[in-house]
Structure formats: structure tokens, C-alpha cells
């Protein structure tokens, strides 16, 4: 006999979801009985509510916004601890030699730290003489020079009675407070400056001592499998920065020794000074011997037309046997970053940082160039 696959009439059969083993199942609005003192815990809340997911997803967002508002604010802060460390990597090369030769590192520390005072206690000397009779001449001479600039003689009065700006020097005006403003904002970025670069100093001594420990706590931060390798790529990341270092130095050298042989041809005034000056702007890529080179041009112009124009000239001419042709070769020696990378990666590091992203471009470039070369290139060469 066939089954009957019919269904029986009467009333519909409701399918209740089957209670857990051992559930209370209790009429609505009667509370189970229990031994604890605040009632049972109820079910956990579902996390898939679209409640919970745009809350979850809003509070996301506000710790993302807060954790870039607080990077944002801290930059600065962020510059001078990453100048710092790039200074004491650089740095580095030159305490191994020292503790390879004996010494401890603590007092390889206080040689460097010693011989960076003398070179400044040295920039000293030779600037504070200049620099006070210049600024003692331009007092005893300002009456003189505002007479002279308000009755348009000679050729800057000249030109500034051309600008028809000769109202400004006579009697009081308004441009007395624009000075006495641009002073005192004048004194506030010396005074920035100064702190930043006392934290500079003090944070460079510091990491050249712990420097060690930070490598080890870098290293402790990676697997034990991957850690050999990675110590290996930190010390050439080091000796790279070192090597950048000793370059930038070299190119600094040729660049102060050129200008003074130059200043003292050309008869210059302060030719030791401005030689030191360039030297010190140089160790920034490109950017620093552009800012060099317009200073001690507009020196030049002292002593006439034609030797200031023959100086710019002369700088023209360094600028591009440096930026195109020396420096990209030193750094391709001893960072071993071409000289294309070398001035692309200096380039963007200007228009990111100033003046400090042009100096650390170059390692940082030959960081990438080796976890590529190292890393990316290998994983992507693999079947």
C-alpha cells in the first residue's frame, strides 16, 4: 500500500525552537528563581545588530582621528627625537672604531662629544668678532644711513626713493612697529631655535650611549626565526647612515676649502667665516649651498658690482659640480644609492620637511633601496 504523503487537516502544528538542556522555560513576566542576591545574567547583546556595528564603527573612527590629531600635534617633537637618532647612527661608525681600538663606549661618547664642542666653540671664535664690529658699525652708522635713505642720496637711497618709500625713514611711522614686531618675532624663533637645538644635542648623546640597548629592543620586538636576519639589515641600515655621514662631511669639506680659497683670491672680507658658514649649510643636499651661495654673494656685493656677479657666478658653476656631479658619486660609494635616487630622494625630502628632510632623505632612500633589494625584490622573484 502506498504512503500517504498527505497532510492530515486540523490545526496548524507551531515549531517552537528547542530550549537549551537544563533551561527554566517560565511564563512571561515571572522571574526565575535564583540564588544570587541581583538575578541572573542575561544574553549577551548581538554583535550584529546594525547598532552595534556603526557604534563599533564610530568609536573606530574617533580613536583613528584622535590617534592622528595627537601624531599631528607632537610633530615637532617627533623631528627633533628622529634628528637626534639619525645624528647618533651617523655618529655610530665612528664609536665602534673608537671601542674596536680599547676604549669604552662611555668614553668614546665623551671624545666625540668633546671634538663636536671644539668645532663649535671654534665657529665661536671666528664669528663673534665679525659679526659684534658689524653690528657696532651699523649702530654708530644708523643715523647716517636713515639721513641718507630719507633724502634719497646715494644708490640705495636712490632706489628706495623710486619705491617711494623715503616717508618711512623720516620721523616716526608705523614702520618702527613693524621692526620692533619683527624683533621681538625675530627673538622668539632664536630662542626656538636654540631649544630645539640644545634637545638636538642632549637626545644625540644620549641615544650614542643607548644606542646598543635600542638595537636590542628593536630586535626584541621581532620573531626569534626572523631576528638574525633582521639584525643584520639593522647593521647595514647603520653602516649606510654612517656612510652617509662620512660623505656629507667630505662634500662639505671641498665646499668650505673652495669658497675660502675663492673669498681670499677675490679679496672678500671675512673669507674665513664665510668659508666656515658654507661648509656648515652644505652639509644639507642641494638646499644649503643655494643658501650659502646667496649669502656670501650678497657679501661680495661690497666689494662692487662685478665681484658679486663673478661670485654668483662662481657659485652657479659649484652648485652643479656638486649637486650633479660629486655628491651623487660620494653617496653612490658609500650609501650606494644612485645618483638619480639622490636627487629625487633630496628633492622630496625638501618639499616634505625643509631643510631637515633634505638631510635625511638620502639614508632614508638607501633604507628603502635595501629592504627592496633585500626583501621585496626576493619574495617576488619566488615561484
Do not use: C
Not at 65 to 72: L, T, V
Not at 104 to 130: E, K, M, N, Q
Amino acid at each position: 500500500m502506498a504512503a500517504d504523503n498527505s497532510v492530515a487537516a486540523g490545526p496548524l502544528l507551531v515549531v517552537q525552537e528547542e530550549e537549551p538542556a537544563g533551561a527554566l522555560v517560565l511564563p512571561l513576566g515571572v522571574a526565575p528563581k535564583t540564588d544570587e542576591p541581583l538575578g541572573v545574567m542575561g544574553r549577551p547583546f548581538d554583535r550584529r545588530t546594525p547598532f552595534f556595528i556603526g557604534l563599533t564603527g564610530a568609536l573606530g573612527v574617533a580613536v583613528a582621528y584622535g590617534i592622528a590629531r595627537g601624531i599631528a600635534d607632537i610633530t615637532s617633537v617627533l623631528i627633533i627625537i628622529g634628528l637626534a637618532l639619525f645624528i647618533a647612527i651617523g655618529l655610530n661608525p665612528v664609536l665602534v672604531f673608537l671601542v674596536g681600538h680599547g676604549l669604552s663606549r662611555g668614553l668614546a661618547v665623551a671624545i666625540v662629544t668633546f671634538g663636536f664642542l671644539l668645532v663649535i666653540a671654534g665657529f665661536v671664535l671666528v664669528a663673534v668678532p665679525p659679526v659684534s664690529h658689524e653690528v657696532q658699525s651699523l649702530v654708530t652708522n644708523y643715523p647716517r644711513y636713515k639721513a641718507e635713505l630719507a633724502s634719497g642720496k646715494g644708490s640705495v637711497g636712490s632706489f628706495v626713493s623710486k619705491l617711494h618709500l623715503t616717508s618711512y625713514f623720516k620721523g616716526k611711522s608705523q614702520l618702527n612697529l613693524s621692526v620692533a614686531g619683527g624683533v621681538l618675532g625675530a627673538g622668539k624663533v632664536v630662542l626656538s631655535l636654540g631649544v630645539a637645538t640644545i634637545a638636538v644635542v642632549v637626545l644625540t648623546i644620549y641615544f650614542l650611549i643607548a644606542l646598543p640597548g635600542v638595537k636590542r629592543l628593536w630586535l626584541s620586538l621581532v620573531p626569534l626565526s626572523r631576528r638574525e636576519r633582521v639584525g643584520l639589515l639593522t647593521d647595514e641600515v647603520f653602516d649606510r647612515v654612517g656612510g652617509f655621514m662620512l660623505g656629507n662631511l667630505l662634500t662639505s669639506l671641498v665646499a668650505g676649502i673652495g669658497t675660502y680659497v675663492w673669498l681670499s683670491v677675490v679679496g672678500i672680507p671675512y673669507a674665513l667665516l664665510l668659508s666656515l658658514l658654507v661648509a656648515l649649510f652644505d652639509l644639507v643636499p642641494m638646499v644649503g649651498s643655494t643658501i650659502a651661495g646667496v649669502v656670501v654673494t650678497l657679501v661680495a656685493l661690497t666689494k662692487g658690482v662685478p665681484v658679486g656677479i663673478a661670485t654668483g657666478v662662481f657659485y652657479i658653476v659649484y652648485r652643479f659640480v656638486e649637486d650633479y656631479l660629486l655628491n651623487p658619486r660620494v653617496m653612490k660609494h658609500t650609501v650606494k644609492v644612485s645618483p638619480g635616487l639622490t636627487i629625487i630622494a633630496t628633492l622630496i625630502g625638501g618639499t616634505l620637511l625643509g631643510l631637515i628632510g633634505a638631510l635625511v632623505a638620502i639614508p632614508v632612500a638607501a633604507t628603502f633601496q635595501l629592504l627592496l633589494e633585500e626583501v621585496a625584490f626576493p619574495r617576488q622573484n619566488k615561484r
